[in-house]
């Protein structure tokens, strides 16, 4: 159980374009949903909480409309990296609360790149 | 502010060889400490959640352990297939559930 999917694993992009990566729990509904970042040898940070139904909240340097986030359904959240560039080239990471006490489970990640 | 510092960075031990990760945290109010461990290029996957001073939890080789300031994960007869990054995060008390994370211990285990 508290199998989250995320969707697609790799992507690559060209400056100016935006990407949408989606991130969808199997198996249990998901109240609370979480965008994290995270560069190579650093810790995950967390760019925003999503819960279903309302409007995310971002983490203080995280620019909202350059990093859309929508949780439309229990089960359903999605980011959207618009005019993304260069510098966003990142490790994006969701993970989703709610099966268990407290417990975050996290997707598999998805690697951006911009060229 | 809420922080979190893992030690060692890196660990190599050899097969068999019991060691210890340390997670030393400042939380203005635990709501509870979390491990992860995270193979390269996935996300994390949960291994433990600890609430309180003195607690305990145990999972095949691991052991977690949680004091006032610090936790410790400790791996006994480690096999290779222990080798990832531990991650270390915690919660604290209040609305929010958002977790805040170390930079974790890369351990590698040798044949």
């Known amino acids: 159980g508290a199998v989250v999917s995320q969707h697609p694993s790799w992507v690559i992009c060209k400056s100016g374009t935006s990407v949408k990566i989606e991130c969808r729990s199997l198996?249990?509904?998901?109240?609370?949903m979480f965008w994290y970042r995270q560069f190579p040898k650093q810790s995950l940070m967390l760019m925003a909480t999503?819960?279903?139904?309302?409007?995310?909240?971002?983490e203080q340097g995280v620019e909202k409309d350059k990093f859309l986030i929508n949780h439309a359904s229990l089960t359903l959240s999605t980011l959207t990296v618009t005019s993304a560039h260069p510098e966003d080239s990142s490790f994006y990471i969701c993970?989703?609360?709610?099966?268990?006490?407290?417990?975050?489970?996290f997707g598999a990640g998805t690697r951006l790149s911009v060229l | 502010e809420d922080q979190v510092t893992q030690s060692p960075e890196a660990l190599r031990l050899q097969e068999g060889e019991s060691s210890s990760l340390n997670c030393s945290y400042t939380?203005?109010?635990?709501?509870?400490l979390f491990w992860y461990r995270q193979d390269p290029g996935k996300g994390p996957e949960f291994l433990f959640t600890?609430?309180?001073a003195g607690e305990e939890k145990e999972k095949e080789r691991l052991k977690a352990t949680l004091t006032k300031k610090e936790s410790f994960l400790h791996i006994t007869a480690p096999k290779p297939e222990d080798s990832a990054t531990y991650l270390c995060?915690?919660?604290?008390?209040?609305?929010?559930?958002?977790?805040?994370f170390g930079k974790g211990t890369k351990l590698t285990v040798n044949p």
């Open positions: 939380v203005s109010g635990l709501r509870g």
């Open positions: 993970s989703a609360g709610g099966q268990s006490r407290d417990i975050q489970y």
């Open positions: 999503s819960n279903e139904g309302s409007k995310a909240t971002y």
């Open positions: 198996d249990f509904q998901a109240t609370t």
């Open positions: 600890l609430y309180s």
């Open positions: 995060a915690v919660q604290a008390q209040g609305g929010s559930e958002k977790l805040v």
